[in-house]
C-alpha cells in the first residue's frame, strides 16, 4: 500500500467514525462528505481515474447537496424517539468485528497466489480511463446503461409522488403519530 | 364387468360431487344448490337402476376405486359391491333421496344456508351409499360413520339453537357407542377369519374358523352396532330427539334410510349373526321391547314429528324382529315399504309445519283437510299403509313379518313364538291407533291455530304424491318380488305367499282396522269417553309420555357411573399427564414467544441488527468450509 | 500482492462501520447516509477486485451501482420526508407500527 493510499484510507475510517459516532446530523454529513472524497482519492490511487471523478460530482456533489437539503427543511431538534440501550452498540459493534475478521482472511487467501508480473500486466489493462470505461460503458454495457437511465427517471417520478402533499392537508396527517401536535 | 365399474362408481361419486358443487356454486346462487344435489342423487339413482337391471343375470359387479391401506401381505382396497341385497337398498336409497331432495327444494327455500343444507344431505346420500356398498367391513365402517356424522351435522343444522345442537350431540354419542360394538366385531373377525370381505365372510368355511364365544361376541357386536344406528334399546333416545333437523332430514336420515342400516348390516352378515342361536333371540327379545315402548310412548306424543319418531321406533323393532326370526328378506321388503310410507308421512308432516308456519304441536292444528287436501290424503293414504291395511303396502310386509315370527325354527325362541306373535299384533292395534290419532288430530275437526294454513307448493306435493303412491301400490308389488329377489345374498324365505283370500286378507287387516276404529270413536265420536279413560288411564299415560323415563334410567344406569368414571381419569390422567404436559409444552412456547417478541419491537434498527447476525454467522460458516 | 488486497479490507471495515451506523442510529438520516457509506464501501471493493482481475468490469458495475445510488437517495429522502411529515419526526423509533 502506498503512503497516499494509507492516508487516505486513515482518513475514510476516521471520517466513518465520525459520521457514525457524531450525535449532531449535520456534523455526521459534513464527515461523509470527507469520507466520501478520501474514497475518491483511493480510487484514484487504484487507478480508476473516471470513479474517482464521478464519485466527485454524483456523491460528494449531487447527494451530499440533497442530504444536506433535507437536513435544512426539516431542521431536526435533539432526538425524541426512544434512546437504544447500551446492548444493542456493543452487539452491532461485535457482530461489525465479527464480519471483518472472518471474511478478510478468506478473501485474502484467495488472492496471494498472485505473482508480482501477473499483477503489473492485470494493473495495466484494468486503468480506468474515462476513454476505457466508456467504451466498456458504450460497447459491452450499453443496453443496461441506456436502462439505468429508465432506473433514474423512475426514480424521479416516485420522489416526486412520495413527497407530493396531498391537496388541502398541510401539516401531519390526521391519524399519524404526530397527528395532534 | 367392464362398463359395470365405471357406473357402480359413479353411484358414489355421483353425490359425492354433488355435496361439494352444490355448496361452491350455491353459495353464490343458493337456487342452484337443490337443483345440482338433486341431479347429482338423480344420476346415482339412474346408475343404480342400470345396474340393477343387469345384476339379475350377472350376479354381482365390483369396482375398485383405489387402494386404500397396503403393507407388509395386509391389503385393502377401495372396493364397492354391487348385488341384489345392495342393489335393494342402492335403489330403495337413490329413489326416496332423491324425491326427498326435491321435496326439499321447495321446504328450504327460504333458508339462509341452503347450500349447506344440501350439501350435507348429498354427502349423506354419498355416505350411504358408501355404506350399502362396500365390499369390506372398515369400508362399510367409512359409509356408517359417514352418515353418523351428516346425521350429526343435520340435526344441528340450525346449531344457533342450543336445543337442538344438542339433540346432534346425543345423536352422535349414542352412535359412538354402537359404532365401539361395530369395531369388536371388526376385531374379531379378523383375527379369527383373517379376512374382512363381506363376500368371503359369507362363506362357511371361512365362519367355521370362529370359535363359539367369540362367533356369540362377534354377533352379538354386530348387533350392538345395528342398535346405534337403528335405534333400539337402550341406544333409542336418540332418535326422537333427532326430530330438531330439518323435516326433510327427518323423513330421509331419521326414517327413510340411514336408521336402516342395522338391518342392512344384519342381512349382510347373517352369516355370522345365526352362528350362535342366542343372538338372534337376543335381537328377537330387544326389538320386542323396543316396539312395544316406542309404540306406547307414540300414544301419548302430541308433537306431529315426535309421533313419527317413535313410530319410526317402533316399525325398526318390527323389522328386527324379522331378523330375529331369521327373515332378513322380510325385514328388508319392511325396510323397503316403510321407507316409502314414512317418508310420505314425513314429508307431509313437513307440508303441515311449512303451512302451518312452523307449528308441530297436533294441539294447534286441525281440520287442514280443507286447506291442503292433497297432504291430507297423502298423509291418510300413509297411515292406512302404516297401519296395515290391505291392500296398502304396510300390510303386505308387516303380514309376512307376523309369519315369519311364528315360524321361527330357533330352538330358543319356538316356545316363545306364539305370545312374541300376539304382542307383535298388538303392538300394530296400537300403531294403527296412534297414527289415526295423528291423522284426526291434524286434518279433521276444526282449526285450532293462529293464522291461515295454506297448501305447499307442487315442488313438495309432487315427491309426497310419488310416495303416497308407492305406499299404495308399493307392498302388491314389490314384496314378493323383493324376497325372490334378493334370495342369493339372503336366506330363502320361509313360507308360502300369494295364495291368501280374500278372507285371510281381511283377517290380516283387523288390527290395523281395529286400532283405527278406535281412535276414529275416541276422537270423533265419543269425546267424553276419552276424557273418562284419560282419567282411568293417567298414570300409565305419564309412564308413555315419559318416554317410559329410558333417558332418567340412563342417566342414572350409564351417565353417572360414566361422569364418575371420566371425572377420576380427568383427575388422574387428563389434569396430571395431559395437561400438564399441554401447559408445559404452552408455557414453553409462551417463554419463547415473549422472547421473540422482544425482538419483534417494529424498530427497523432491530431487525437489521439481525439481518447482520445472520449474514455473519453465514460468511462465518461458509469461511470455515472453504 | 498484498496491498490491493488490504483496500479490501478497508472497503470491509467501512462496510462494518457504516453497519454499525444502521443498527445504533435513530436519525433517519444518518441511518441514510451510513447506508451511502456501505454502498461505497461495496464500490471500493469493486475497483479493488477490478484491479485484481485485471480488466474493468468491477468498475462497471461500481458506474451502476452509482446510479442506483443516486436514485435511491432520491427516493429515500422523499420516504423520510413523508415520514416526518406524519410522524413530526424521523426517528426509527418512532416508526415502529411494523410490530407484531
Not at chain 1, 22 to 41: C, D, Q
Not at chain 1, 121 to 145: D, H, N
Not at chain 3, 9 to 26: K, T
Request: net charge positive; with cysteine.
Amino acid at each position: 500500500m502506498s503512503f497516499m493510499g494509507f492516508v487516505l484510507s486513515a482518513v475514510a475510517v476516521a471520517s466513518a467514525l465520525g459520521v457514525v459516532f457524531n450525535r449532531n446530523p449535520l456534523y455526521s454529513a459534513f464527515h461523509l462528505i470527507v469520507n466520501l472524497l478520501a474514497m475518491a482519492g483511493v480510487y484514484s490511487v487504484l487507478d480508476a481515474h473516471f470513479l474517482a471523478v464521478t464519485q466527485v460530482v454524483v456523491y460528494a456533489g449531487a447527494i451530499m447537496v440533497l442530504v444536506l437539503f433535507v437536513l435544512m427543511l426539516l431542521n431536526l431538534k435533539a432526538g425524541s424517539g426512544r434512546k437504544l440501550g447500551i446492548f444493542r452498540p456493543l452487539c452491532a459493534i461485535a457482530v461489525a468485528c465479527s464480519v471483518v475478521t472472518t471474511v478478510y482472511p478468506a478473501v485474502e487467501s484467495n488472492f496471494k497466489d498472485l505473482s508480482l508480473h501477473e499483477l503489473q500486466e492485470k494493473a495495466w489493462r484494468s486503468e480506468g480511463t474515462v476513454k476505457a470505461v466508456g467504451e466498456e460503458l458504450y460497447g459491452r454495457y450499453v443496453r443496461q446503461f441506456e436502462l439505468s437511465s429508465l432506473v433514474l427517471l423512475i426514480g424521479i417520478v416516485g420522489a416526486v409522488t412520495l413527497s407530493k402533499r396531498k391537496e388541502g392537508k398541510i401539516g401531519p396527517r390526521e391519524g399519524g403519530l404526530g397527528g395532534g401536535k | 364387468m367392464g362398463s359395470g365399474d365405471l357406473r357402480l362408481s359413479l353411484v358414489v361419486l355421483a353425490p359425492a360431487l354433488g355435496a361439494l358443487l352444490s355448496y361452491v356454486i350455491g353459495r353464490r346462487s343458493p337456487k342452484l344448490s337443490g337443483v345440482i344435489a338433486s341431479g347429482a342423487v338423480l344420476v346415482s339413482f339412474l346408475c343404480s337402476v342400470l345396474l340393477w337391471q343387469q345384476v339379475g343375470a350377472t350376479g354381482s359387479f365390483t369396482a375398485t376405486l383405489s387402494s386404500w391401506i397396503s403393507f407388509g401381505d395386509v391389503s385393502l382396497p377401495l372396493q364397492l359391491y354391487f348385488d341384489k341385497l345392495s342393489a335393494v337398498m342402492c335403489l330403495v336409497v337413490t329413489g326416496v333421496g332423491f324425491l326427498i331432495h326435491l321435496y326439499s327444494i321447495g321446504y328450504m327455500a327460504h333458508d339462509e344456508s341452503v347450500a349447506r343444507f344440501f350439501s350435507y344431505l348429498n354427502l349423506f346420500v354419498a355416505a350411504m351409499l358408501v355404506l350399502v356398498l362396500g365390499k369390506s367391513l372398515p369400508v362399510i365402517f367409512i359409509g356408517w360413520e359417514g352418515v353418523g356424522l351428516c346425521s350429526y351435522l343435520l340435526i344441528g343444522f340450525w346449531f344457533a339453537n342450543t336445543e337442538y345442537a344438542k339433540a346432534g350431540r346425543k345423536a352422535f354419542v349414542m352412535n359412538r357407542i354402537g359404532d365401539v360394538g361395530f369395531i369388536v366385531a371388526m376385531a374379531v373377525l379378523y383375527t379369527q377369519c383373517g379376512t374382512l370381505d363381506v363376500v368371503e365372510l359369507g362363506q362357511g368355511s371361512v365362519l367355521s374358523k370362529l370359535p363359539a364365544g367369540l362367533a356369540f361376541l362377534a354377533g352379538l357386536s354386530l348387533f350392538v352396532a345395528a342398535t346405534g344406528k337403528s335405534a333400539q334399546i337402550p341406544l333409542f333416545t336418540w332418535l326422537p330427539d333427532a326430530m330438531a333437523g330439518p323435516t326433510p332430514v327427518s323423513a330421509l336420515i331419521h326414517a327413510a334410510t340411514m336408521v336402516t342400516a342395522g338391518i342392512y348390516l344384519m342381512g349382510r352378515m347373517h352369516g355370522i349373526v345365526e352362528l350362535d342361536p342366542a343372538v338372534p333371540a337376543i335381537i328377537m327379545w330387544v326389538a320386542l321391547v323396543t316396539s312395544a315402548i316406542a309404540a306406547l310412548t307414540a300414544l301419548a306424543q302430541n308433537d306431529i314429528k315426535k309421533v313419527l319418531a317413535y313410530s319410526t321406533v317402533s316399525q325398526l323393532g318390527f323389522m328386527f324382529l324379522a331378523v330375529g326370526a331369521g327373515q332378513y328378506a322380510i325385514a328388508l321388503c319392511h325396510v323397503v315399504t316403510h321407507a316409502f310410507f314414512k317418508a310420505c308421512l314425513f314429508l307431509s308432516a313437513g307440508s303441515v309445519i311449512h303451512g302451518c308456519h312452523h307449528e308441530q304441536d297436533m294441539r294447534r292444528m286441525g281440520g287442514l283437510a280443507k286447506a291442503m287436501p292433497i297432504t291430507a290424503i297423502c298423509y291418510g293414504v300413509a297411515t292406512l299403509a302404516i297401519a296395515g291395511i290391505c291392500p296398502f303396502a304396510g300390510y303386505y310386509s308387516k303380514h309376512a313379518i307376523l309369519g315369519a315370527i311364528s315360524g321361527t325354527t330357533n330352538p330358543l325362541l319356538v316356545a316363545a313364538a306364539p305370545f312374541i306373535g300376539y304382542a307383535a299384533t298388538a303392538i300394530a292395534v296400537c300403531t294403527a291407533f296412534y297414527m289415526a290419532r295423528s291423522f284426526i288430530m291434524t286434518f279433521l275437526g276444526g282449526y285450532r291455530g293462529e293464522g291461515h294454513p295454506h297448501e305447499a307448493p307442487l315442488v313438495m306435493t309432487a315427491p309426497v304424491g310419488v310416495l303416497a303412491l308407492l305406499s299404495v301400490i308399493g307392498g302388491f308389488l314389490l314384496v314378493h318380488p323383493i324376497t325372490s329377489f334378493v334370495t342369493g345374498p339372503l336366506p330363502a324365505t320361509a313360507g308360502e305367499h300369494g295364495s291368501e283370500g280374500f278372507v285371510s286378507l281381511l283377517i290380516g287387516s283387523l288390527p290395523g282396522l281395529f286400532g283405527i276404529a278406535l281412535a276414529a270413536y275416541l276422537f270423533l265420536v265419543a269425546p267424553r269417553e276419552k276424557e273418562l279413560l284419560r282419567r282411568i288411564f293417567s298414570p300409565v299415560e305419564k309412564l308413555c309420555g315419559g318416554k317410559f323415563y329410558v333417558d332418567e334410567i340412563l342417566q342414572v344406569l350409564v351417565v353417572t357411573p360414566c361422569r364418575k368414571i371420566s371425572g377420576i381419569a380427568f383427575r388422574a390422567v387428563d389434569q396430571r399427564i395431559v395437561e400438564g404436559s399441554g401447559s408445559a409444552l404452552g408455557s414453553v412456547t409462551q417463554a419463547v414467544g415473549e422472547l421473540t417478541c422482544r425482538i419483534t419491537t417494529g424498530q427497523v434498527t432491530t431487525y437489521v441488527l439481525l439481518m447482520f447476525i445472520a449474514a455473519a454467522a453465514f460468511f462465518s460458516v461458509f469461511s470455515q468450509v472453504r | 500482492m498484498g496491498s490491493v488486497v488490504t483496500y479490501v479490507g478497508l472497503s470491509l471495515v467501512l462496510f462494518a462501520i457504516g453497519a454499525v451506523g444502521v443498527c445504533i442510529r435513530r436519525n433517519a438520516i444518518v441511518v441514510f447516509m451510513c447506508i451511502e457509506m456501505m454502498l461505497n464501501a461495496v464500490n471500493l471493493a469493486f475497483v479493488a477486485f477490478s484491479k485484481l482481475q485485471g480488466n474493468l468490469d468491477g468498475q462497471v458495475a461500481v458506474f451502476f451501482v452509482m446510479v442506483i445510488a443516486a436514485a435511491e437517495s432520491a427516493i429515500g429522502l422523499a420516504i423520510i420526508i413523508a415520514l416526518f411529515r406524519n410522524l413530526v419526526s424521523v426517528e426509527t423509533t418512532d416508526a415502529a407500527q411494523l410490530k407484531w
